[in-house]
């Protein structure tokens, strides 16, 4: 089935500690990619985006992203996390690329920050 | 730019009224605004595409009849809970396409309880 999968629901890391969060997809063409952070009871603001190009994508707050075509994954990177990094992170998927289509969402990775 | 202001963030209704929820594209026109729904500690979960001018799309397991879309004009579009319970109880947050490059903007959500 057709599907966006981020393994790790919970992740605890240190402050000034790199973080890595995964995440894998299952549909057949490459598709469009995404990275949102969402706060408590806050909407989401968009980290990162993957349409083509260089597979690695620089984004907002120090994050960055690595494209593995083979792997299907959108790895979600940051070299040294601040408290303020803790929430809760989504990979999204528009799965037909595309200005029109909808994003398909992974079940979120939270983060926690121990200082 | 690209702001998405969504209203009202929160409301608590009686079980049985029904709530009405506004996604405004202030300095874009949106043709195309998803609505989320998401649940405690869940992922975002697509319940319909709202085309201005036309009739909303909706997912699969989601009743039209409900949860009612209307996107009259390039700048809104509204979700309206019908005869709301307390199943209804979420987090809704609506996104709109920003440009041919799939800029999705969110609105900051808005916290529905059914009491």
């Known amino acids: 089935a057709q599907s966006v999968t981020q393994p790790d629901i919970h992740i605890t890391v240190s402050e000034g500690a790199s973080l890595e969060l995964r995440c894998n997809y299952s549909?057949?063409?490459?598709?469009?990619l995404f990275w949102y952070v969402q706060s408590p009871g806050q909407g989401l603001q968009l980290l990162l985006k993957y349409f083509s190009g260089d597979t690695l994508v620089q984004g907002i707050k120090g994050f960055e992203a690595e494209f593995k075509r083979s792997q299907s994954s959108f790895n979600l990177r940051k070299p040294s996390v601040h408290w303020s990094d803790a929430a809760e992170y989504f990979c999204a998927v528009a799965p037909y690329g595309g200005a029109t289509n909808k994003l398909i969402f992974g079940t979120g990775t939270l983060l926690a920050v121990q200082p | 730019g690209a702001v998405v202001s969504q209203h009202p963030s929160w409301v608590i209704c009686k079980s049985g009224t029904s709530v009405k929820i506004e996604c405004r594209s202030l300095?874009?026109?949106?043709?195309?605004m998803f609505w989320y729904r998401q649940f405690p500690k869940q992922s975002l979960m697509l319940m319909a595409t709202s085309n201005e001018g036309s009739k909303a799309t909706y997912e699969q397991g989601v009743e039209k009849d409900k949860f009612l879309i209307n996107h009259a004009s390039l700048t809104l579009s509204t979700l309206t809970v019908t005869s709301a319970h307390p199943e209804d109880s979420s987090f809704y947050i609506c996104s709109a396409i920003r440009d041919s490059q799939g800029g999705y903007t969110f609105g900051s959500g808005t916290r529905l309880t059914v009491v």
């Open positions: 549909y057949g063409a490459t598709p469009y």
């Open positions: 300095d874009f026109q949106a043709t195309t």
